[in-house]
């Protein structure tokens, strides 16, 4: 009886690494106090607030103070990375290029956006015009991040198409029995910051990144693989599905912004308004911030099952389930990590063998 390969790879290749396993553990450790940061923070405007009576002094020291926790959390991991990941390059370099960084933006521009928006508001004169025009600006700049932000514009421009003439071939022929119009792959920097990925990003415009760590690790054949995994994504415009959520969430929170400015310049009476602000604004920041992670994460585990099985179904169990370890491997994470099933890479190969047997032949 021939030994699955992919059993084989596992045996051969993920032996018991206290190094990764270390690394995984100091990240997951991070990621907790990140959130906690991401979500307390809201706080701190109760605080403010209740030292300074104006509100404009609640904005000034919120933003300070979100900023420097920022900074704070992108310098952890930059330690941690240069620790384990052996990284020669400065603070500064990562603060303005690595991934991470460019995560943590997002949630900052955005609670910063809401509380400017609030402040304008309450200088503009309180008009249904003003409104509608903080509306179409809230809104503007809100797609602008979502759909062309500076991280996509920072991966284009630091990056070159993928230069592999038999890869290139597949990936066309699965565009154009699968629907999709020419999307080339784009190769990007993953060995100063060792990250093994690819990924798709944009909506109107998409593109489809792997990093050289990755490519240079993997046969062709685990290449078109994950390749096919981020052509599903495209197909089935997941990143416009993810992304809709939020979209109704910022356009319920760009009203209730307008709301509260004209209660702020006194166009709508609403007593002890200026007591009551900075919960107001927490509520809105919250609303933001859930917006963005959580319907995400619901629905990301879905999309990520579509793309397997339209892989898979292309390609073969086997190439994609060795792509992917050896993709973890290269990421210092454990075949199975201490905290539990759901990180846990073996249930998706479980998954993947099954769409295996679903093939149509």
Same mark, same amino acid.
């Given at each position: 009886?021939?030994?699955?390969?992919?059993?084989?790879?596992?045996? +051969?290749?993920?032996?018991?690494?206290?190094? +990764?396993?270390? /690394?995984?553990?100091?990240?997951?450790?991070?990621?907790?106090?990140?959130?906690?940061?991401?979500?307390? @923070?809201?706080?701190?405007?109760?605080?403010?607030?209740?030292?300074?009576?104006? /509100?404009?002094?609640?904005?000034?020291?919120?933003?300070?103070?979100?900023?420097?926790?920022?900074?704070?959390?992108?310098?952890?991991?930059?330690?941690?990375?240069?620790?384990?990941?052996?990284?020669?390059?400065?603070?500064?370099? @990562?603060?303005?290029?690595?991934?991470?960084?460019?995560?943590?933006?997002?949630?900052?521009?955005?609670?910063?956006?809401?509380?400017?928006?609030?402040?304008?508001?309450?200088?503009?004169?309180?008009?249904?015009?003003?409104?509608?025009?903080?509306?179409?600006? @809230?809104?503007?700049?809100?797609?602008?991040?979502?759909?062309?932000?500076? /991280?996509?514009?920072?991966?284009?421009?630091?990056?070159?198409?993928?230069?592999?003439?038999?890869?290139?071939?597949?990936?066309?022929?699965?565009?154009?029995?699968?629907?999709?119009?020419?999307? &080339?792959?784009?190769?990007?920097?993953?060995?100063?910051?060792?990250?093994?990925?690819?990924?798709?990003?944009?909506?109107?415009?998409?593109?489809?990144?792997?990093?050289?760590?990755?490519?240079?690790?993997?046969?062709?054949?685990?290449?078109?693989?994950?390749?096919?995994?981020?052509?599903?994504h495209l197909k089935y415009r997941h990143v416009l599905k993810r992304i809709l959520p939020t979209?109704?969430?910022?356009?319920?929170?760009?009203?209730?912004?307008?709301?509260?400015?004209?209660?702020?310049?006194?166009?709508?009476?609403?007593?002890?308004?200026?007591?009551?602000?900075?919960?107001?604004?927490?509520?809105?920041?919250?609303?933001?911030?859930?917006?963005?992670?959580?319907?995400?994460?619901?629905?990301? +585990? &879905?999309?990520?099952?579509?793309?397997?099985? @339209?892989?898979?179904?292309?390609?073969?169990?086997?190439?994609?389930?060795?792509?992917?370890?050896?993709?973890?491997?290269?990421?210092?994470?454990?075949?199975?990590?201490?905290?539990?099933?759901?990180?846990?890479?073996?249930?998706?190969?479980?998954?993947?063998?099954?769409?295996?047997m679903e093939k149509p032949h």
């Open positions: 009886m021939q030994e699955d390969p992919v059993k084989a790879f596992i045996a +051969s290749e993920f032996k018991t690494d206290p190094t +990764s396993r270390n /690394y995984m553990y100091m990240v997951r450790k991070l990621a907790g106090r990140n959130t906690a940061v991401l979500f307390l @923070f809201p706080f701190a405007f109760v605080f403010i607030g209740a030292i300074f009576a104006h /509100y404009l002094l609640v904005l000034a020291g919120s933003a300070a103070l979100y900023t420097g926790l920022i900074v704070l959390l992108i310098h952890s991991r930059y330690k941690l990375d240069k620790e384990y990941r052996q990284m020669s390059m400065s603070f500064r370099y @990562f603060l303005f290029n690595s991934p991470i960084s460019f995560s943590f933006l997002k949630y900052f521009i955005f609670g910063i956006l809401v509380l400017s928006s609030i402040i304008s508001l309450s200088y503009l004169p309180p008009t249904i015009f003003t409104g509608i025009i903080e509306l179409v600006a @809230f809104m503007g700049i809100t797609s602008f991040l979502l759909l062309w932000s500076p /991280y996509i514009r920072n991966l284009i421009r630091h990056s070159t198409e993928l230069d592999s003439p038999g890869i290139n071939a597949r990936l066309s022929a699965m565009e154009r029995e699968a629907g999709i119009h020419e999307v &080339r792959a784009r190769v990007i920097d993953g060995k100063t910051f060792g990250v093994a990925n690819a990924f798709c990003v944009g909506v109107f415009r998409p593109k489809i990144f792997i990093t050289d760590l990755l490519l240079e690790s993997v046969s062709e054949d685990e290449a078109v693989s994950l390749l096919a995994h981020e052509l599903a979209v109704v969430v910022l356009i319920a929170a760009t009203a209730a912004i307008i709301f509260l400015g004209m209660a702020l310049s006194g166009f709508i009476r609403i007593r002890g308004i200026q007591a009551m602000m900075p919960i107001y604004i927490q509520v809105i920041v919250y609303a933001i911030i859930f917006s963005i992670v959580f319907p995400s994460a619901l629905i990301r +585990s &879905r999309q990520e099952n579509d793309a397997d099985r @339209f892989a898979v179904f292309h390609n073969g169990y086997v190439n994609l389930a060795i792509a992917l370890l050896k993709a973890r491997k290269l990421n210092l994470i454990p075949l199975a990590p201490f905290n539990g099933r759901r990180y846990s890479l073996i249930l998706r190969l479980d998954r993947l063998k099954k769409y295996e």
